[in-house]
């Protein structure tokens, strides 16, 4: 039964990775029609799924293929950097919004 948790948690990062790169096809099409992008925020919603996801298949996969333990330490390692990542993502995007606040 753990094994079957562990293997959704790598597929739900599939799914997110494949999520964000859909939204960034789907952001480059927009901008190649002339729209006009939003600042800011779909670089947040493109990203972050991607990021995330592949934070997720990097904490798991190594495990549950039975890698050896500086090979996981490594990817547990590149997980929380992802994840570090995406927090100073949101952290960059509050810091714009309550700039864009304070000037109105």
């Known amino acids: 039964m753990l094994r079957f948790m562990d293997w959704s948690v790598v597929a739900m990062g599939c799914v997110l990775v494949l999520g964000g790169l859909g939204g960034r096809r789907w952001q480059r099409t927009r901008v190649r029609k002339n729209e006009r992008p939003e600042q800011g925020r779909?670089?947040?919603?493109?990203?972050?799924?991607?990021?995330?996801?592949?934070?997720?298949?990097?904490?798991?996969?190594?495990?549950?293929?039975?890698?050896?333990?500086?090979v996981v330490e490594v990817f547990d390692a590149l997980s929380f950097g992802l994840a570090v990542t995406v927090l100073g993502f949101y952290l960059r995007s509050a810091y714009h919004c309550l700039r864009s606040l304070r000037t109105t």
């Not at 779909?42 to 991607?50: E, Y």
């Not at 934070?55 to 996969?61: D, S, W, Y």
């Open 42 to 70: 779909p670089f947040i919603w493109t990203w972050q799924p991607l990021l995330m996801g592949l934070g997720m298949i990097c904490a798991r996969v190594p495990g549950l293929l039975r890698a050896p333990h500086l």
